[in-house]
């Protein structure tokens, strides 16, 4: 499709990209991905979902790189625009319709997206851009705080989980990085961006035949029933959001990991151990008592090459159900290594329910879809998402790599509690978003405290 170079050009311009070249590049891209000139794009199924999950939690997902040097903002802008015309999801308004949800493309400038300036107070300014919330209506669905303090240089992010899950994001950055890079040092064009389908059905594509025939027949999804809870002051739904994090160094989580390992475990069974043993310590459950953690499953394994989809969701849920709490750390883990050796006998691990998500809101128009998938679907309680370890490389910006990271989930509805977790050169990070109060506030930090003990026992 041939687009009028004149007008394009000029719509460029205004949404705040300045460099000619750049412009002539990123039209001859579109006109190379038709897909991307549409003014209306269809919500998929994750979009649907999480969507639905409004009634649970604000939408909003969180995260932070840092690095040790001042970016070149002119130039990050200009790559911004990039990110957002080969992504339109992030520059379009969510219309609920009620027979099928949708987004619609909007226009834009890049210092909505983009706020950058000087701080003196860091963490003010973080807890404010961490409490924001992006309405559905927005014309703009990411937005990034470039915070300079003391010469270095604090990236936050906040979007809406509709677009992209940390895995989403992760691929997102990782673009964006590459193509930054090779602007400032190279020249080149930061067109480079994935154009990918955001589909579901993705996952499958990649599978052999008679596993994906069996993959697509896996309807039901059962998550066992468990009545634990955080020993919040109330349940009620407030408007605060409360972030409470910590981050364990090196030296203490290279060891805890080492000797889970040696153990047959892994990295995720001990965060998993360490959730439990922590709970159990500040809510004064007993160490025979059952108990579930649901834990992200990040599908993208199905695929051979991620960068061929587009940023999007593709997460599910395994629910590690242990039948006792545990003595100690130690006798916890081996429990929850039990449990996980278990869980991955199941080849379709993650893929249970889709199909018949799918099928629920395929089948019928939205506003009869959204309260029957509600009547089936249970939100975790008690959750956790591990979004790995950082490739330092990978989200290196113009040959400089982060010296820290940080990732915080949708502010959750109590009495739901979800932990988020990530590594970067060794460090562990770990944090709990919710709808809170300054009760629940100091109840998570006594929750920390005890994680933070149970990581440096080792």
């Given at each position: 499709?041939?687009?009028?170079?004149?007008?394009?050009?000029?719509s460029?311009?205004?949404?705040?990209?300045?460099?000619?070249?750049?412009?002539?590049?990123?039209?001859?891209?579109?006109?190379?991905?038709?897909?991307?000139?549409?003014?209306?794009?269809?919500?998929?199924?994750?979009?649907?979902?999480?969507?639905?999950?409004?009634?649970?939690?604000?939408?909003?997902?969180?995260?932070?790189?840092?690095?040790?040097?001042?970016?070149?903002?002119?130039?990050?802008?200009?790559?911004?625009?990039?990110?957002?015309?080969?992504?339109?999801?992030?520059?379009?308004?969510?219309?609920?319709?009620?027979?099928?949800?949708?987004?619609?493309?909007?226009?834009?400038?890049?210092?909505?997206f983009?706020?950058?300036?000087?701080?003196?107070?860091?963490?003010?300014?973080?807890?404010?851009?961490?409490?924001k919330?992006?309405?559905?209506?927005?014309?703009?669905?990411?937005?990034?705080?470039?915070?300079?303090?003391?010469?270095?240089?604090?990236?936050?992010?906040?979007?809406?989980?509709?677009?992209?899950?940390?895995?989403?994001?992760?691929s997102?950055?990782?673009?964006?990085?590459k193509?930054?890079?090779?602007?400032?040092l190279?020249?080149?064009?930061?067109?480079?961006?994935?154009?990918?389908?955001?589909?579901?059905?993705?996952?499958?594509?990649?599978?052999?035949?008679?596993?994906k025939?069996?993959?697509?027949?896996?309807?039901?999804?059962?998550?066992?029933?468990?009545?634990?809870?955080?020993?919040?002051?109330?349940?009620?739904?407030?408007?605060?959001?409360?972030?409470?994090?910590?981050?364990?160094?090196?030296?203490?989580?290279?060891?805890a990991?080492?000797?889970?390992?040696?153990?047959?475990?892994?990295?995720?069974?001990?965060?998993?151990?360490?959730?439990?043993?922590?709970l159990?310590?500040?809510?004064?459950?007993?160490?025979?008592?059952?108990?579930?953690?649901?834990?992200?499953?990040?599908?993208?394994?199905?695929?051979?090459?991620?960068?061929?989809?587009?940023?999007?969701?593709?997460?599910?849920?395994?629910?590690?159900?242990?039948?006792?709490?545990?003595?100690?750390?130690?006798?916890?883990?081996?429990?929850?290594?039990?449990?996980?050796?278990?869980?991955?006998?199941?080849?379709?691990?993650?893929?249970?329910?889709?199909?018949?998500?799918?099928?629920?809101?395929?089948?019928?128009?939205?506003?009869?879809?959204?309260?029957?998938?509600?009547?089936?679907?249970?939100?975790?309680?008690?959750?956790?998402?591990?979004?790995?370890?950082?490739?330092?490389?990978?989200?290196?910006?113009?040959?400089?790599?982060?010296?820290?990271?940080?990732?915080?989930?949708?502010?959750?509805?109590?009495?739901?509690?979800?932990?988020?977790?990530?590594?970067?050169?060794?460090?562990?990070?770990?944090?709990?978003?919710?709808?809170?109060?300054?009760?629940?506030?100091?109840?998570?930090?006594?929750?920390?405290?005890e994680?933070?003990?149970?990581?440096?026992?080792?």
């Amino acid at each position: 499709m041939k687009l009028n170079y004149n007008t394009e050009a000029l719509s460029l311009k205004k949404k705040g990209l300045t460099d000619e070249k750049v412009i002539e590049d990123l039209i001859r891209f579109k006109e190379a991905n038709p897909h991307l000139l549409k003014n209306k794009l269809p919500c998929e199924m994750y979009d649907k979902i999480n969507l639905m999950c409004r009634k649970y939690m604000d939408r909003m997902a969180r995260f932070e790189v840092d690095y040790d040097f001042i970016v070149d903002e002119t130039a990050f802008k200009n790559v911004a625009v990039c990110a957002l015309e080969s992504a339109p999801c992030l520059h379009s308004q969510v219309i609920r319709n009620p027979i099928t949800p949708y987004w619609r493309v909007a226009d834009y400038n890049v210092n909505e997206f983009i706020c950058a300036k000087e701080v003196d107070d860091l963490q003010k300014a973080k807890e404010e851009f961490y409490s924001k919330e992006i309405p559905l209506k927005s014309n703009i669905q990411m937005n990034i705080g470039l915070f300079y303090h003391k010469g270095k240089t604090y990236i936050l992010f906040i979007w809406n989980h509709m677009c992209m899950d940390g895995g989403g994001f992760k691929s997102f950055w990782s673009d964006f990085c590459k193509a930054y890079t090779d602007y400032v040092l190279n020249g080149n064009s930061p067109v480079c961006f994935s154009v990918g389908s955001r589909k579901y059905t993705e996952v499958y594509k990649d599978m052999p035949k008679d596993f994906k025939k069996k993959a697509k027949l896996q309807i039901a999804n059962v998550s066992p029933r468990d009545k634990h809870r955080f020993p919040f002051e109330n349940n009620n739904t407030e408007n605060s959001v409360v972030i409470v994090s910590r981050k364990i160094e090196r030296e203490y989580f290279e060891k805890a990991a080492s000797y889970t390992k040696s153990q047959g475990a892994t990295v995720n069974d001990l965060l998993v151990a360490s959730y439990i043993d922590a709970l159990k310590k500040v809510a004064g459950f007993k160490n025979d008592e059952s108990i579930s953690i649901s834990c992200a499953t990040d599908l993208r394994r199905h695929i051979s090459d991620a960068s061929s989809i587009g940023y999007t969701n593709h997460v599910s849920f395994s629910h590690c159900a242990v039948d006792r709490m545990g003595v100690d750390l130690k006798d916890t883990l081996s429990v929850v290594r039990e449990k996980t050796h278990e869980l991955k006998k199941d080849e379709f691990m993650g893929l249970h329910g889709l199909p018949l998500l799918n099928f629920a809101y395929k089948t019928m128009v939205y506003a009869q879809a959204e309260p029957i998938v509600k009547l089936f679907y249970r939100n975790p309680t008690l959750s956790l998402s591990n979004v790995g370890a950082i490739d330092t490389q990978a989200f290196s910006l113009g040959g400089n790599k982060p010296f820290s990271a940080f990732v915080a989930g949708a502010a959750k509805n109590k009495p739901c509690a979800v932990m988020t977790a990530l590594s970067i050169n060794g460090d562990l990070s770990v944090s709990m978003c919710l709808r809170g109060n300054d009760n629940d506030r100091e109840m998570l930090e006594r929750f920390f405290t005890e994680y933070e003990k149970n990581i440096k026992s080792f």
